[in-house]
């Protein structure tokens, strides 16, 4: 009799997963996702910087900024080249950098004091690192590139674009939880009274790009997708290049969240497809 009673007690959990997942996939596809096109002049974007291109996320911004008319120079601070940045490179829009301290910008400031946005991908996972090294990476290194950008940019208006984190919070049991947070009030902090605004992104599960994903990562996509709780990389970079060209639309301490950032990379699609 144990074994009926378990397969029912699991067959009904089954069924209801199945109930609420269906829920939420119809109730996703309902939703608005519609935002107001961009009436006025897009912000200035010619020149960008991104960290982290050889990553994940930093692939698929990468991608997005690559096809974007508005961005002229992309510069790419990265320990190692990618076949994507060597197609940038090729391109001659691309300007790829090797940098290995990340602690220390000096080197490069050339390159940074001239840039209208910063998109920040760079990271590691928790599992097996310490909350030194997690910090240092996640908090230290942002944090030491926007102080040395600030003491150099000649620009009046800057955004700094980082990838944090959903289901984050202060006082949360998960080491990085905390630290994303850490990091996100520390680089608001240092925006604050200044020239530069700090927007923070908040997405679940980012998918690779195509040309990267494995069909692990795929199968992934697919599952939390339906239910709004993944993006794809490329979609991050293009919510980025649209939030930075509504310029003062978006505040220093700004969250966008998995949601929000589909429904920005949605605007800038239909922005370019009504401009082009």
């Keep these: 009799m144990r074994i009926p009673r378990l397969r029912s007690v699991f067959v009904t959990l089954l069924v209801l997963f199945a109930a609420l997942y269906l829920f939420g996939a119809a109730s996703l596809a309902l939703r608005d996702n519609s935002i107001a096109m961009f009436a006025g002049v897009p912000a200035n ?73 910063v998109f920040w991908a760079i990271g590691i996972s928790a599992r097996g690192v310490d909350e030194t090294t997690y910090g240092m990476i996640h908090v230290d290194f942002p944090r030491q590139f926007v102080e040395t950008w600030l003491s150099v940019s000649k620009k009046p208006d ?66 939390f997708a339906p239910v709004g709780a993944a993006v794809r990389a490329t979609q991050i970079g293009q919510a980025m290049i649209e939030i930075t060209a509504r310029g003062g639309a978006f505040e220093n301490g700004d969250k966008v969240g998995t949601w929000n950032i589909r429904r920005y990379s949605d605007a800038y699609e239909q922005r370019v497809t009504d401009t082009g």
């Excluded at 905390?178 to 990091?183: G, I, S, T």
């Excluded at 240092?190 to 199968?219: C, F, K, S």
């Design 158 to 223: 800057i955004s700094f674009h980082y990838i944090s984190s959903s289901d984050i919070s202060a006082d949360s049991s998960m080491m990085w939880a905390r630290e994303k947070v850490r990091a996100e009030k520390t680089l608001f902090g240092i925006a604050e009274g200044t020239n530069l605004r700090v927007i923070a992104y908040r997405p679940d599960y980012i998918g690779p790009t195509d040309e990267e994903a494995h069909i692990g990562q795929d199968i992934l996509y697919g599952f």
């Design 45 to 117: 974007i010619e020149t960008i910087a991104i960290f982290g291109a050889s990553g994940t996320a930093g692939d698929g911004i990468l991608k997005a900024a690559m096809a974007a008319s508005e961005i002229r120079k992309i510069h790419v601070v990265t320990r190692r080249s990618t076949p994507r940045i060597e197609e940038g490179v090729a391109s001659g829009k691309v300007q790829m950098t090797r940098h290995m301290d990340y602690l220390d910008y000096a080197a490069i400031v050339e390159q940074i004091a001239d840039l209208d946005a």
